[in-house]
């Protein structure tokens, strides 16, 4: 079984801090997505990555993939009350279309 | 991305009786996907839909307790049978983006169980 170990569970940080959340496996992973989630919402697809190494910005949030694809990070700048919410990372497989999901980090940004 | 929908969006029954749960897509898919999930929780995948066979089911997952129907390219649906008080949970749906890898869900369906 493919696991994807997701860290830190919980964060509560000010507004304006910056923060980091963690996914990583012994296994590699062809794809990894992150996904961001609101209470009464299913997730939203933020972003894939597909080659290690590869790093993604979108606005404020900075998403690497490791070069031996094991690995994930993603980076919220100057985080705002709007970026509350549970964060999910998912790895793709190669072959087949099942994900396999984090624990997911719950992000309280505090105004 | 797809626009799925899911019906009911909450609802709470009686122990012993079942609940189906809906979930309608605005275009075409092949694959579709039924998870469930706690509240701020992780997500566990019950069972992959694929039109026109049989539903395939995780570890720990039976057709006779999780039931499900895919009758055409944009619709499915999960019925929750003889429920008990630890089926509560959310119920989520997704279905298979451009890119086999990705997924988009619908909004869920909250079930709790007296």
């Known amino acids: 079984t493919q696991l994807l170990e997701q860290s830190p569970q919980f964060l509560s940080i000010q507004e304006g801090e910056n923060l980091t959340v963690y996914c990583n496996s012994s296994?590699?992973?062809?794809?990894l997505q992150w996904y961001r989630q609101e209470p009464g919402e299913g997730p939203v697809l933020l972003v894939t990555v597909v080659t290690g190494g590869e790093v993604k910005k979108l606005k404020r949030l900075t998403f690497q993939f490791g070069d031996a694809r094991k690995d994930s990070s993603l980076h919220i700048t100057a985080a705002q009350p709007g970026d509350t919410g549970l964060y999910l990372c998912a790895g793709g497989r190669e072959y087949g279309n099942k994900l396999v999901f984090g624990a997911g980090t719950i992000l309280r940004v505090k105004s | 991305s797809a626009v799925i929908s899911q019906k009911p969006s909450r609802d709470i029954c009686q122990r012993g009786t079942s609940l189906t749960i809906q979930c309608q897509v605005d275009?075409?898919?092949?694959?579709m996907f039924w998870y469930r999930q706690q509240p701020g929780q992780s997500l566990t995948l019950i069972a992959t839909a694929n039109q026109g066979s049989e539903a395939t089911y995780e570890s720990g997952f039976v057709i006779d307790k999780f039931p499900i129907s895919r009758p055409n390219l944009t619709f499915s649906t999960l019925t929750v049978s003889n429920m008990s008080p630890e089926d509560s949970s959310i119920y989520l749906c997704?279905?298979?983006?451009?890119?086999?890898?990705?997924?988009?869900f619908g909004p869920g369906t909250r079930l709790t169980v007296t």
């Open positions: 997704s279905v298979e983006g451009t890119f086999s890898y990705e997924q988009y």
């Open positions: 296994s590699v992973f062809s794809s």
């Open positions: 275009s075409q898919v092949t694959m």
